[in-house]
C-alpha cells in the first residue's frame, strides 16, 4: 500500500513526458497542419505587417525543427502568444481566469462524484423497483445531456421567467464594491469567507447554483452507472458471502469491504470524469458568462483569436494530465495488487 | 429494449430525412419568410418557426441525418486509425508496441472534445472537418482497447493450442486472434455512436463545428440562443431530441452490456421473478 | 445429522452439491427461489424462516469455507483486516483481546510466522495458506456446523492432504459438525463417517462411508467406484459411465439416472422414492 519513491518520480517524468507529447502536437496543429499559421496567429482583422511580424515570431522561414526548438522555449519561457482580443499576453490570461474555472469546476465534481457514489450503491443494494428505476433513469439522462442546453432551459426558466436565481455572472460587482471586497486568491468563496464579507459569499454561491447543477449532471450520470455496476458485480462476489458467512454484520460489509472494493476502480476513471467536467465548463461558463478558463476559451473561439485558443487548450490539458497522475497515484495506494 | 426502438427511429429518420421533409427549402435554409418568423408551436408548425420563418420541425429532421453522417464519420474513421494503430503495436509488441502506445497516451491526455476543439479551430467550419476533427480526437480510445484486447487474446490458452495443433501463423492471426479482439471494440463502437452526436453537436454550438445553413442540432441550439426569451422552441426541440437520441444510444447499450453479463442478467431476472410474485 | 458428525456431500460436477450446501449455510444468491422441501436446524426452518431468524444462525452456529480460496477475501484488506474485524464484530471485544484469539486459531491451523501473515494480501499468498486462514476464520465463529464446498479442488494434490489433515483434526478438537462437499470419493473415504451420493439435483444414496465404497448399491455409485482406474492391475481398461447427463433445465420425474442405468425399465421414469436398505437410504426401484 505505501507508494514508493521510485514509483512516483517515475509517474512525474512520464507526466513531463507527456507534457512534452501535448506540445508536439499543438506543434503540429497550430504550424504544419495550417497553410499559412501566421494568418491563423495574427487573427482576422491583422494587418500585414502584424502579419508579417508573425511570420518572424513564429520562425516560420526556418526549418522545422528550429521552429520546434522555439516553440518549446517559448511554452517553458511563458510566452505563449498575446490575444488579440485582450491584448494581454495568453498566460497571463489563462492565470486570471483560472480560479474561476477551478471553483466551478471542483464543487460540481466533488457534489456529483459523492452524491453519484451514494446514488450508485443504494441503486445496487435493491431497495425496491422504483429506486432502481429512478436511480437508473437519473444516471441515464445525466449521462447523455447535452450540458449546454440544459444550461440555457434553466438559465432561461430560472434566471429569466421566474427570476428565482441570478442568471449569470460571478460576483455583483456593485455588491463588491459597496461591501469593500477584495480578490485576494481570486477565489471568491475563500476570499469572501477571509473576509468574512457574508453577503459577498451569498452573492457568490447563488451564482453558482445553476452553472454548477448543469455542469455536475454529466459526471453524476457516469459516476451513477460506474457505481451501480460495479456494486453489483462486487455485491455477487464470493467474498461478501465469505464475510457474512463469518457472521460480520452487513453494515460493516458494506462500509469497510464493499465500499472500497468498489471505490478502488472508479478512482481510475476520476481523471476522466473530471476531464469531461473541464470540457462541461467551458460550455457552462460561456452560457452563464461566467469569467472562467472556458468562458475565455469560447470568447475566442467565436472572435478567432487563436493564440487564446490554443494557449486555453493547453494548459487545460496539463492539469488533467496532473489529475491524472493524481488520481493514478492514489489508486496505486488503496490497491494493493497494482504493481509498482 | 426503450433504446433500441429510440435507436431505430433515429436510424430511419436519418436514412430518409431529404424524403420525408415537407418543406424542404426550409430545412436547407435556402428560403425565407420573415412574416413567418417566430410562430410558435402550432399543428402547421409542431416545433415553431424560427428567426428566418423556417419551419423548425423539417430542420430538426434534417438535423437528424447530418448528426447520423457525423456521428458514422466519426465512428468509423477513428474506428479504422485506432484499430490500425492498436492492432499492430499489439502484434509486434516489445518496443515498438509500447512506443505506439506511448504516443497514443499523449493524445490521451487532452480531455475529450478538447483536441477536438483546437483542430476544429485550425482546420475551419464545415462537416468533414468536424468529422476529422473528432476523429483525430478519438482514435487512442480504440486503438488502447485494441491493444490491450489484442495483447490478452495473443496469451489465451486457445491460441496456444492451435499453434501446437499446427494452424498456420497467418491462419491464427485471420481466424482466431483477429476476430476475438474486434469484438469489444466493435460493441464499443456502436455506442459511442451516441457520445459522438453529442460531441459533434458541442462544436457546432460552439461555432466550430457546422457553419451555417446546416441544420445541424448543436447548431441549431446556437442559433436560437439569442431568441430563447421570447422564442424558446428554437433551442428546445433541436435540444430535446438530441437528449432523446443519445439516451437511446445509451439505453441500448445498457441492455447490450446486461445482455453479455450474466450477473447483471441475473438481477434482470429477478425483476422478472418479483413482478410474478413468487 | 447427528451432532459432531462428518457428512460428505459426493457428486459430479452439476449434481447439486454445491447448490445444497449453500442452501444450508444460507448463502444462496437473492434469485434463487426453494420450492418444495425443507432444511431444519434446531427446530427452525431455514428455508421458511424469516431474515432476523435466519441471521441468527448464519455466521453463529453455521459457516462456511468456499471452493476458490482467492476469491473468498477482499483482494484490497489483509488477512489481518479479516481476522481481526471478525473476531472483534463477533465477540464485541477490543483489538487486543481479539488479536489473542486470531494467534490462536492460526496456530491451531499451522501458521508459525503469524505476524507476516496478518499483514499480508490475499494476493500475496498460496492457495493452500488461504484455504487455512479461511479455517482459521471460521473457527473464530465458533460454530456447530462448518460446511466446506470442495475446498480442495483448485489445490494441489500434496496441500489437499494438509489441508483435510487440518480439517479432520479440527473437526476433531472442537466437536465440530462437518458437512464437505466434494467429486472426490478418496478424499470423502478419508475424512467422513457419512456419505451422501448426488446425481442431477437427487440424493441417489447415503449411508456409512465404508460401506459404500466397499459395496455400492446404487447402480450410479457402482459406476462411479467402478471407473476408478485401478493402477495396481496390470493393463486394465477404464471403465467410465456410458452416456451423458440430462440436460439440467428439463425436469423429470423419477429417477434421472435412467438414462445411462444398465437396470432402467420403464418404471423408473414414475416417481421412485426411498427406501432404508441395509442402513442405507437409496433412491432406486431395485431396493424396494
Known amino acids: 500500500m505505501p507508494v514508493s519513491k521510485t514509483y512516483i518520480i517515475k509517474r512525474v517524468i512520464l507526466l513531463i513526458l507527456v507534457v512534452l507529447g501535448v506540445l508536439v502536437i499543438t506543434f503540429i496543429i497550430t504550424r504544419i497542419i495550417p497553410a499559412r499559421p ?49 491584448r494581454q499576453p495568453v498566460l497571463e490570461d489563462i492565470l486570471t481566469y483560472l480560479p474561476a474555472t477551478l471553483e466551478l469546476a471542483i464543487t460540481a465534481f466533488l457534489l456529483a462524484f459523492l452524491l453519484g457514489v451514494f446514488l450508485g450503491m443504494i441503486s445496487a443494494r435493491g431497495y425496491g423497483r422504483f429506486t432502481e428505476k429512478i436511480i437508473s433513469l437519473i444516471g441515464i439522462i445525466g449521462a447523455s445531456m447535452p450540458v449546454f442546453w440544459l444550461g440555457l432551459i434553466l438559465q432561461t426558466i430560472f434566471g429569466i421567467w421566474l427570476q428565482i436565481l441570478p442568471a449569470g455572472n460571478r460576483i455583483d460587482s456593485k455588491l463588491a464594491l459597496a461591501t469593500g471586497f477584495r480578490p485576494i486568491t481570486n477565489f471568491y468563496i475563500i476570499d469572501s469567507l477571509i473576509q468574512l464579507n457574508i453577503p459577498v459569499l451569498i452573492d457568490v454561491l447563488k451564482r453558482m447554483i445553476l452553472p454548477v447543477t448543469v455542469l455536475m449532471m454529466y459526471p453524476l450520470g457516469l459516476t451513477i452507472r460506474m457505481t451501480r455496476s460495479l456494486a453489483i458485480e462486487v455485491l455477487s462476489e464470493n467474498y461478501v458471502k465469505a464475510l457474512e458467512t463469518w457472521g460480520l ?92 | 429494449m426503450t433504446g433500441f426502438i429510440i435507436v431505430i427511429n433515429f436510424l430511419i429518420i436519418g436514412a430518409v430525412a431529404p424524403y420525408i421533409l415537407t418543406k424542404p427549402e426550409d430545412a ?51 474506428f479504422l486509425i485506432g484499430v490500425l494503430v492498436g492492432v499492430t503495436a499489439g502484434f509486434l509488441g516489445g518496443a515498438f508496441g509500447t512506443a505506439l502506445m506511448r504516443i497514443t497516451d499523449m493524445f490521451l491526455a487532452f480531455p475529450p472534445l478538447l483536441l477536438a476543439i483546437a483542430l476544429a479551430a485550425t482546420l475551419g467550419r464545415g462537416v468533414m472537418t468536424t468529422i476529422i476533427a473528432l476523429a483525430i480526437s ?47 471494440a466493435i460493441t464499443q463502437a456502436t455506442l459511442d455512436l451516441g457520445s459522438a452526436v453529442l460531441e459533434a453537436a458541442s462544436l457546432s454550438f460552439l461555432g466550430v463545428g457546422v457553419p451555417p445553413p446546416i441544420p445541424e442540432w448543436g447548431r441549431l441550439i446556437s442559433e436560437g440562443w439569442v431568441h430563447i426569451t421570447k422564442a424558446y422552441w428554437i433551442s428546445f426541440y433541436p435540444g430535446l431530441l438530441l437528449l432523446i437520441t443519445v439516451v437511446g444510444f445509451n439505453l441500448l447499450g445498457d441492455g447490450v452490456k446486461e445482455y453479455m453479463n450474466p450477473r447483471l442478467r441475473d438481477l434482470a431476472v429477478r425483476g422478472v421473478r418479483r413482478s410474478r410474485g413468487y | 445429522m447427528r451432532s459432531g458428525e462428518t457428512l460428505c456431500i459426493v457428486g459430479e460436477s452439476g449434481s447439486g452439491k454445491s447448490t445444497l450446501a449453500l442452501a444450508i449455510s444460507m448463502s444462496l444468491p437473492p434469485n434463487a427461489v426453494i420450492e418444495r422441501g425443507d432444511i431444519i436446524y434446531s427446530d427452525i426452518s431455514l428455508v421458511r424462516s424469516d431474515k432476523k431468524l435466519i441471521d441468527k444462525i448464519k455466521g453463529r452456529d453455521i459457516t462456511m469455507i468456499f471452493q476458490d480460496p482467492f476469491a473468498t477475501f477482499s483482494p484490497l484488506h489483509t488477512i489481518g483486516e479479516h481476522l481481526l474485524d471478525i473476531a472483534q464484530y463477533k ?113 441417489v444414496e447415503d449411508g456409512e462411508t465404508r460401506d459404500i465404497i466397499r459395496e455400492p448399491l446404487h447402480p450410479y455409485t457402482r459406476g462411479l467406484i467402478d471407473s476408478i482406474p485401478r493402477t495396481s492391475h496390470y493393463k486394465s481398461r477404464v471403465k467410465p459411465i456410458p452416456g451423458e447427463p440430462l440436460d439440467p433445465r428439463i425436469q423429470i420425474q423419477g429417477c434421472p439416472f435412467f438414462n445411462r442405468c444398465p437396470y432402467a425399465v420403464d418404471d423408473c421414469l414414475k416417481n421412485v422414492g426411498y427406501t432404508i436398505y441395509h442402513n442405507r437410504k437409496i433412491y432406486c426401484r431395485l431396493y424396494r
Open chain 1, 38 to 86: 501566421e494568418l491563423l496567429w495574427a487573427g482576422p482583422h491583422a494587418t500585414i505587417e502584424q502579419i508579417e511580424r508573425a511570420r518572424q515570431e513564429l520562425h516560420l522561414n526556418e526549418p522545422i525543427y528550429t521552429q520546434l526548438y522555439y516553440y518549446l522555449y517559448d511554452f517553458f519561457r511563458g510566452n505563449w502568444g498575446v490575444s488579440w482580443r485582450t
Open chain 1, 249 to 340: 454484520s452487513s453494515r460493516i460489509i458494506s462500509y469497510k469491504y464493499i465500499l472500497k472494493n468498489v471505490l478502488a476502480p472508479i478512482i481510475t476513471s476520476l481523471g476522466l470524469s473530471f476531464g469531461y467536467t473541464l470540457t462541461g465548463a467551458l460550455m457552462v461558463e460561456i452560457i452563464f458568462v461566467y469569467p472562467g478558463i472556458g468562458y475565455y476559451i469560447g470568447m475566442a473561439l467565436l472572435s478567432l483569436d487563436y493564440p487564446a485558443v490554443i494557449g486555453g487548450v493547453v494548459f487545460i490539458a496539463i492539469i488533467y494530465s496532473f489529475i491524472n497522475l493524481v488520481t493514478d497515484l492514489i489508486h496505486a495506494w488503496i490497491d494493493p495488487r497494482v504493481k509498482l
Open chain 2, 28 to 78: 436547407w435554409g435556402i428560403s425565407y419568410d420573415l412574416n413567418k418568423a417566430f410562430l410558435p408551436p402550432s399543428l402547421e408548425h409542431p416545433f415553431g418557426t424560427d428567426a428566418f420563418g423556417r419551419d423548425m420541425l423539417n430542420r430538426v429532421i434534417l438535423g437528424a441525418r447530418y448528426s447520423l453522417i457525423i456521428a458514422v464519420g466519426v465512428v468509423s474513421l477513428s
Open chain 2, 138 to 184: 478519438w482514435w487512442p480510445w480504440y486503438a488502447r482497447l485494441l491493444y490491450v484486447s489484442v495483447n490478452s487474446v495473443k496469451t489465451a490458452p486457445y491460441i496456444e493450442a492451435a499453434k501446437v495443433v499446427g494452424v498456420g501463423r497467418i491462419s491464427i492471426i485471420f481466424r482466431y486472434i483477429l476476430p476475438n479482439s474486434l469484438v469489444p
Open chain 3, 91 to 203: 465477540l464485541g471485544i477490543d483489538r487486543k483481546n481479539a488479536r489473542e484469539l486470531v494467534n490462536n486459531v492460526l496456530r491451531k491451523v499451522g501458521f508459525t510466522d503469524i505476524e507476516r501473515v496478518l499483514r499480508s494480501y490475499p494476493h500475496e499468498m498460496s492457495g493452500g495458506m488461504l484455504q487455512r486462514v479461511a479455517i482459521a476464520a471460521s473457527l473464530l465463529v465458533k460454530p456447530k456446523i462448518l460446511v466446506a464446498d470442495e475446498p480442495t479442488t483448485m489445490l494441489d494434490a500434496t496441500i489437499q492432504y494438509q489441508i483435510i489433515n487440518i480439517l479432520k483434526n479440527i473437526v476433531d478438537s472442537e466437536g465440530l459438525t462437518l458437512i464437505l462437499v466434494t467429486h472426490n470419493l478418496g478424499i470423502a473415504s478419508m475424512i467422513c463417517e457419512r456419505t451422501m451420493v448426488m446425481y442431477a439435483g437427487v440424493i
